[in-house]
């Protein structure tokens, strides 16, 4: 465990989690995500876990690293998504992350975004159905311009997830980044395994020290991206 | 009038049966595996078409069943999208015998194809491949699955040095865990059969774990890949279990069913890839030059063979003839089977044999008028694959029995030999050796002799007969085989070779073994000198002959106790096993036996003749050798042969392996090496070849007579030492010249 003071917090792009920026006793900045409770605020006194702790990267302004730790689970779920320019992407979820990640798919060349949504998130330039109207994949189908290259499944349940495989196109890449609530009983074979499809199943809030090199990658992008205007983190 | 009328109404009949007949010209009729409904499987005919444009026919050889996939269709599982009644087999191996215009292969050509388990197959030319040079049948048979692992392995892009867990020991998984260790990863093959993982060590795989009594340790795998290749819809759950953080778990087996209770929040805290790998995302051809489509993954495959860096051998549980497909369906539908690579073997004599020709013009007016004077149609057209020259021997088989059926079998697919005649005094073993394969039967060796259609005999008869029926065919013209051993007495021996001289004949012994891959790489390492000189050899051969095979040999095909007397076959082991390892052990050393001292027993009292020798001998050389030999062995046989010299040692069998001072074709001198992944020998097709090749172009033959002398002479010393309990020198080869004629 590394002793810290909470120089900074902020709310993660999920509910269930906030970001924080502190400096240990040599004054070294680090930066963490933890869940929201219990929650530390301004100069209290933590410990956190060795393992837990992400360096903040040379070239990256302190004043941005709770920004760029905010951003930093939407970026992984992208990456996850192997995007490329002239893809097309069905978001499905509708929080903060659901929103970051279509910056992200923006700024990685997709064509088009989809988002499977609550009412209420509705974002002028995508392609937008609501979550809690029960719709079938074929009447999702019918009203995308093509099957997503990608879909990101960052909400819903069980019900959506296997949606999403039906939607993908072939060879295709599913990323399932939120817990379902329950296990499943899944066939396999019609989607994943005679479609080629790739489920990427992930939790872009959690961590380990093998992610470090990986998080100062991510962190230096984000800041260009922000510096470049392709990322407004002062919109939401 | 009424003559111009009669003549009206016949040259109208002799036109409607003409065209009737036009009709079926160029039909070919084969045989096909059929599932007419779930559990239900059987053989039956059809007919195909010549090829078109573009198209061609091949006559198979071998095809290979995908189990997971037929076993699937045939038990009619969840998942499995075709009906009845259904073709299975998606990989075979042929022989091209009619090309349409403008296809690319000729006729004769050995190709791979995704074809059913067919006797004949029609397809475009774009969908068959040539087979290179120097890969076995049962490898190339196997190339869809070839392809379908490399594509598994492919999705996977393994690194080198990761580490990769396949699950399920099948014919996929195993070719996968083999491609996993070529692609560079540190392979741990994993199944709940012992039996199955036996197999995967024996085809060199890093690592095995039985997942059944050892569950728990597939938790600290680990892995950075797994390859889930069960077809089991549970075993997803043992992939998360065996996976590393953020590995990539392909799905490479068809699931058969709903995986239950998926719990994700495994693979979510793993950050677990689960990539699907059916081949049917892959394109055909290469649209793009460099593309991994089906042609490049399949030409991969048979090129990886050809180099030797895949070892099949082991995985062939079982190679049966086309009508035993209920039979084998029927086990492979039983849970407790443990098959992985089976084999229809479509070589084998039968009705499926059949073969094709374009029907010619007169042929098909012959055809017209028989079928209008009421004489029935005419026998089925056949006609011999034309080989790349056109030059054919005719071989007449003398003796149909056990033996004659792997002859019959080699000689329909050797490329420049052919059956014209079979002869037995049991005449149904001629005819059914002879069916379908257009080669006339008798029970008359006579009759064959005076047969203008055989150009060499084959003898496999009782071991007596050799000698009086090579002198016979010699002296009628013939060239002539006899299988192994030369005859029962030396005197015999040059009874043979003086008949063929008198007659200008190519005169062999079928002594095959010298083309085991095994033995052929050895000479060649010896011949360039990795041991030196010659020291040494060592025999040791055991199997178990119960009291069956003295009254009926090993098939019961054709039985008769002649095996068990001195008189009839010579002796025992020693002259009918071992003469072949003495034959290719001198022929390894590349020397004669000049003494030898012997003991005999039969301890089993089966048979007249020893069923034990133990024997040293002195080669013309100088080196030395042991020989042990027995058919009394319990258990597991032994088949241990092993040549040492004054710079290394060789281990011939089972693995050829080899320790030498030398460095020798890049093997680096002073470590042990073992040559994996030889091709499984097609040495019998190999033999008559080279044999076909010295009747026809002069070239030497495969065993000399002389060579074939000295076996005898060896065996003919050893019982006579064993009798007078004393060493005895070998009689002398007498040389003779040229390429084994015996002029």
Redesign the interface.
């Known amino acids: 465990m590394t002793e810290l003071v909470v120089r900074d917090s902020a709310a993660a792009a999920d509910s269930r989690y906030l970001g924080y920026v502190g400096e240990d006793a040599h004054q070294i900045s680090w930066a963490w995500l933890a869940p929201e409770s219990p929650l530390a605020r301004t100069d209290d006194r933590v410990e956190v876990p060795g393992a837990e702790l992400l360096p903040c990267p040379a070239d990256v302004p302190r004043d941005r690293l709770l920004t760029l730790l905010a951003y930093w689970p939407a970026w992984r779920v992208t990456a ?1 998504a192997r995007l490329e320019i002239g893809s097309g992407v069905l978001i499905v979820g509708s929080g903060t992350l659901a929103k970051q990640v279509a910056e992200f798919c923006r700024c990685r060349g997709a064509l088009w975004r989809g988002v499977w949504g609550a009412s209420g998130t509705r974002d002028g330039e995508d392609l937008w159905f609501p979550l809690s109207g029960g719709q079938q994949p074929s009447e999702i189908l019918r009203a995308l311009p093509a099957r997503p290259d990608s879909v990101l499944v960052l909400g819903g349940g069980a019900h959506e ?1 296997i949606a999403a495989l039906t939607i993908c196109r ?2 295709g890449t599913v990323v ?2 939120t ?2 609530a329950t ?21 872009p809030f ?1 961590y ?1 020290p ?1 992610d470090r090199e990986a998080w100062s990658q991510a962190a230096r992008r984000i800041n260009t991206l922000i510096d470049l205007g392709l990322v407004a983190p002062w919109k939401q | 009038m009424a003559v111009r009328d009669l003549s009206l109404r016949l040259r109208s009949k002799l036109k409607r049966h003409l065209l009737d007949a036009l009709d079926q010209r160029g039909l070919a009729r084969g045989f096909q595996v059929e599932f007419r409904r779930a559990g239900e499987c059987e053989i039956r005919q059809f007919e195909e078409g010549m090829p078109g444009p573009d198209e061609i026919l091949t006559e198979t050889v071998l095809s290979a069943i995908s189990p997971g996939t037929e076993r699937a269709v045939y038990l009619g599982l ?2 499995v999208p075709f009906d009845y009644p259904y073709v299975p087999g998606s990989s075979q191996v042929g022989r091209v015998v009619a090309v349409g215009g403008g296809a690319k292969l000729q006729a004769g050509q050995i190709v791979f194809a995704a074809g059913p388990h067919a006797s004949l197959c029609r397809y475009p030319s774009a969908r068959a491949i040539a087979v290179p040079s120097g890969v076995a049948f049962e490898g190339a048979a196997m190339t869809s699955m070839g392809f379908v692992a490399l594509h598994g392995v492919r ?1 996977a892009s393994i690194e080198a040095g990761e580490r990769v867990a396949v699950l399920g020991c099948g014919l996929i998984g195993q070719l996968a865990s083999q491609l996993a260790q070529l692609a560079g990863g540190e392979v741990v093959a994993i199944a709940t059969s012992p039996e199955r993982l036996e197999v995967a060590k024996a085809c060199g795989v890093n690592r095995v774990l039985d997942a059944r009594r050892e569950h728990a340790a597939l938790a600290g795998l680990r892995a950075d890949v797994v390859i889930e290749a069960t077809g089991n ?1 549970e075993a ?1 759950q043992d992939a998360a279990l065996a996976a590393g ?2 590995a990539r778990v392909i ?1 490479l087996g ?12 495994i ?12 081949v ?2 892959v394109p055909v051809s290469d649209p793009i030059p460099g593309t991994w489509s089906w042609r490049r993954e399949c030409e991969t495959f048979l090129e990886l063979l050809a180099q030797h860096r895949l070892i099949v051998t082991p995985l062939i549980s079982r190679r049966a003839r086309p009508d035993e497909a209920s039979r084998v369906f029927a086990d492979l539908a039983r849970p407790e089977d443990k098959s992985v690579a089976v084999l229809f073997d479509w070589s084998v004599p039968g009705p499926w044999t059949a073969r094709v020709e374009m029907v010619s013009p007169l042929r098909v007016a012959v055809a017209g008028l028989r079928k209008m004077v009421g004489r029935g149609p005419a026998p089925p057209p056949v006609c011999l694959p034309k080989r790349s020259d056109g030059r054919v021997l005719r071989f007449g088989l003398i003796g149909c029995g056990e033996i004659a059926v792997e002859s019959a079998a080699a000689l329909r697919v050797a490329g420049n030999a052919t059956i014209t005649f079979a002869a037995d005094p049991n005449v149904e073993l001629a005819r059914g050796l002879a069916a379908g394969t257009g080669a006339r039967h008798s029970g008359s060796v006579e009759e064959l002799l005076a047969s203008r259609e055989v150009d060499a005999v084959l003898i496999s008869t009782p071991h007596h007969l050799h000698a009086p029926l090579a002198a016979q065919a010699a002296e009628a013209g013939k060239h002539v085989v006899v299988e192994k051993p030369m005859a029962t007495t030396l005197r015999d021996c040059d009874r043979m070779i003086d008949a063929a001289r008198r007659s200008g004949v190519v005169l062999s012994v079928c002594y095959c073994q010298r083309y085991d891959p095994r033995v052929q790489r050895a000479r060649h390492l010896l011949d360039r000198g990795l041991l030196g000189d010659i020291r040494g050899t060592r025999i040791a051969f055991g199997q178990y002959r119960g009291p069956e095979y003295w009254k009926a040999g090993l098939t019961g095909r054709a039985a008769s106790d002649w095996r068990s007397k001195g008189e009839t076959a010579g002796g025992g082991v020693l002259i009918m096993n071992a003469c072949h390892i003495l034959d290719y052990m001198g022929w390894l050393v590349g020397s004669p036996v000049a003494e030898v001292t012997a003991v005999t027993a039969n301890f089993s009292g089966l048979a007249e003749v020893e069923d034990s020798v133990s024997m040293s001998y002195r080669y013309t050389t100088g080196a030395i050798g042991t020989l042990d030999a027995t058919t009394g062995l319990v258990g597991p046989d032994t088949y241990e042969q092993s040549v040492r010299g004054d710079e290394g040692q060789l281990v011939v069998t089972p693995v050829l392996r080899f320790w030498s001072r030398r460095t020798v074709d890049g093997y680096e001198a002073g470590r042990w090496h073992a040559v994996r992944g030889l091709p499984r020998a097609a040495e019998r097709r190999q033999f008559f070849e080279a044999f076909a090749g010295a009747v026809l172009d002069g070239q030497p033959a495969p065993v000399t007579a002389a060579e074939a002398r000295a076996v005898q002479a060896t065996i003919e010393s050893a019982y006579r030492s064993a009798g007078e309990q004393r060493t005895v020198s070998v009689a002398s080869p007498d040389e003779p010249s040229g390429n084994g004629a015996v002029e």
Do not use: C
């Not at chain 1, 066939?187 to 489920?199: E, F, K, M, Q, S």
């Open positions: 996850w997830f072939d060879l399932v980044a817990p379902l296990a499943l009983d899944l066939n396999l074979y019609p989607d994943v395994h005679r479609r080629g499809l790739t489920i990427h199943a992930g939790s959690e380990g093998a | 969840h998942n999705k819809p997803v953080h953020g799905l068809s699931s058969r069913g709903v995986s239950r209770t998926l719990d994700l929040t693979w979510q805290g793993k950050q677990l890839r689960m990539i699907g790998a059916h049917r995302t």
